[in-house]
Every structure is written in structure tokens, then in C-alpha cells.
């Protein structure tokens, strides 16, 4: 049940800025419930990048920055590097379904 | 640091139940305002929240799979636990136990696969 839909890819250069987008609705990200962003590098659990909408919790880089508006979020990637190259995701909470969503999730190429 | 660890069956015959346990190290399963959650991710797909449940014992479950969900906790051992029913080869995936939320701590994850 994905009601949060993210793009299925973005790539970009070394050095190079990408953006994330994740589309919600009215019952999640628009209902005011916090938007948070996972890390899943291959073979691996995913890793909290960014919670409560735009808080970086210890250790992870400035490069990466979130925001939200309406029914919508953003995950910014600047500098973009190597190790970045891994799946993203957003997550809420969807009052409607009554349950923790994720997004359908993000392939970030490096080219 | 706190650290969790899932294990249990990962070779499932259709229609048997599905028992995983999340053994937490470095720290309580009873620190106050964390719940302990269940997720899952089917290969090559997304994240699935399951359900979690607080030290208190209080729980709560996503309603696709309520009907065949139990988690549980144990304070003394310092775990929790997952039983879900009844499983078919979509309940085929690799199952996390996260500490949230935000979901900022995970296990490794562990295949559970089902097949005949």
C-alpha cells in the first residue's frame, strides 16, 4: 500500500545536486505528520537519514538536507558522490489507512 | 550502542506460521517511548511496516495483516517477538525489527523464504 510515491530513478554526476521528491496526500504528509528519509545501501538495512522533516541525526553530512510542503517532501543530495549511489526512502504515518507508509522508494545512480 | 538482532525459521512451508524474534543488546527494551516495530521488504521491492509494540505489552499492527499478526514482548529476555500465520509465498521477504520512531535503529534483517 504505497500512497507515497517517489520517482523510480535520478542520477547525476559526481559533485552534481539531486532532489527526491516523495508525493503524499491529505491524509499523510498534508495531515501534518512528519516525513522521514531512509538510506538503503545495497545488501543492507536501511539507515535514517534525515527525521521530523529536516533533522540530520549525528553523523550523517550537510550534503544532505530534507523539506516539506503541502502534501509533499523533498530529499536534497549536494556534492554527490560514490557512496550515495543506494535506494532511498520516504516514510509517514497515513491517518486514513491508520498505518506507517513508505514510499515506493528511489534508485540514486551516480554516473 | 544499542544493537538488535533478529533471528528464527527462514524456510517456510505455505500455510505454517512464521516465528522471528528481535533480541535487543546494549540497552532495555523497557527505555520509555520507543516502540519496537517489525518491517519487512520482499525481494527487489519496498518497505512494509508490520506492526510494533511498546514494553508495556500494548501493541499495534498494519490492518492488512492484522488478522494474522501476533507481536510480543519479554522484558526478561530483553526481546521481542513476531508470529504471523497462515503464510503464502507473498509473505516471502527479508524481515527487519526497528526501534522507533523515526525508525533510527535496525537489525541486520533475516530471509525468511516459503515454498513448497
Known amino acids: 500500500q504505497s500512497v507515497l510515491t517517489q520517482p523510480p530513478s535520478v542520477s547525476g554526476a559526481p559533485g552534481q545536486k539531486v532532489t527526491i521528491s516523495c508525493t503524499g496526500r491529505n491524509s499523510n504528509i498534508g495531515a501534518g505528520y512528519d516525513v522521514h528519509w531512509y538510506q538503503q545501501l545495497p545488501g543492507t538495512a536501511p539507515k535514517v537519514l534525515i527525521y521530523g522533516n529536516n533533522n540530520r541525526p549525528s553523523g550523517v553530512p550537510d550534503r544532505f538536507s530534507g523539506s516539506k510542503s503541502g502534501t509533499s517532501a523533498s530529499l536534497a543530495i549536494t556534492g554527490l558522490q560514490a557512496e550515495d549511489e543506494a535506494d532511498y526512502y520516504c516514510q509517514s504515518y497515513d491517518s486514513s489507512l491508520s498505518v506507517y507508509v513508505f514510499g515506493t522508494g528511489t534508485k540514486v545512480i551516480v554516473l | 550502542q544499542l544493537q538488535l538482532q533478529e533471528s528464527g525459521s527462514g524456510l517456510l512451508k505455505p500455510s505454517q506460521t512464521l516465528s522471528l524474534t528481535c533480541a535487543v543488546s546494549g540497552g532495555s527494551i523497557s527505555s520509555a517511548g520507543y516502540s519496537w516495530n517489525w518491517i519487512r521488504q520482499p525481494p527487489g521491492k519496498g518497505l512494509e511496516w508490520i506492526g510494533y509494540t511498546y514494553h508495556s505489552g500494548s501493541t499495534y499492527y498494519n490492518p492488512s495483516l492484522k488478522s494474522r499478526v501476533t507481536i510480543s514482548v519479554d522484558r526478561s529476555k530483553n526481546h521481542f517477538s513476531l508470529r504471523l500465520s497462515s503464510v503464502t509465498a507473498a509473505d516471502a521477504a527479508v524481515y527487519y525489527c526497528?526501534?522507533?520512531?523515526?525508525?533510527?535503529?535496525w537489525g541486520q534483517g533475516t530471509m525468511v523464504s516459503v515454498s513448497s
Open positions: 526497528a526501534r522507533g520512531k523515526p525508525f533510527d535503529i
